[in-house]
């Protein structure tokens, strides 16, 4: 049912704006802009798909807003990071692993390691949107990963604890 109701959103549709309205609905304005004002202008396929993936999710699961505000960010920088130049289904594994490895500091900059928090919460809204992507028709708890998501591990942080003794 997901899935029918998501494929009646298309590159012809005349309520492309209001599907995305509807999905934004809750949210700053600020995720309206990026994905109808930098997603949908430059790549309509790619705020298309992530139109239906949250439409899909809301269905599957109960979103909260600042779940579907993450989905929206995440998914519009991964889209801007190769210049909204590529449709999710032409990803690469390469590709996936360049965008999470630029998540990647060097000791001097980061020395708590930060970074790879961001990265395990990029890899796990990655594996999730491409899971769906792949076989949307499949219950979420039983689609197989697609063999570009296969192996990304999950970094462990280098400390014990990221919280420092207070005095």
Do not use: N, P
């Given at each position: 049912m997901a899935t029918l109701y998501a494929k009646q959103i298309n590159d012809g549709d005349s309520l492309f704006e209001t599907k995305i309205r509807e999905v934004t609905q809750g949210l700053r304005p600020d995720c309206f802009n990026w994905l109808y004002n930098k997603i949908a202008s430059a790549n309509k396929e790619n705020a298309i798909t992530i139109t239906k993936f949250i439409m899909s999710?809301?269905?599957e699961i109960n979103l909260s807003d600042y779940y579907r505000r993450d989905i929206i960010v995440?998914?519009?920088r991964f889209s801007m990071f190769f210049g909204n130049q590529k449709s999710f289904t032409s990803i690469t594994r390469q590709d996936i692993l360049r965008y999470l490895d630029s998540f990647r500091k060097p000791e001097s900059i980061d020395p708590s390691h930060r970074w790879i928090g961001t990265y395990n919460i990029y890899r796990m809204h990655l594996?999730?949107?491409f899971k769906w992507l792949y076989h949307p028709d499949v219950v979420?708890?039983?689609r197989p990963k697609p063999s570009l998501i296969e192996n990304i591990p999950q970094l462990k942080r280098k400390e014990v604890s990221i919280y420092k003794p207070t005095d």
């Open positions: 999710m809301r269905i995440i998914l519009t594996m999730r949107f979420s708890d039983a």
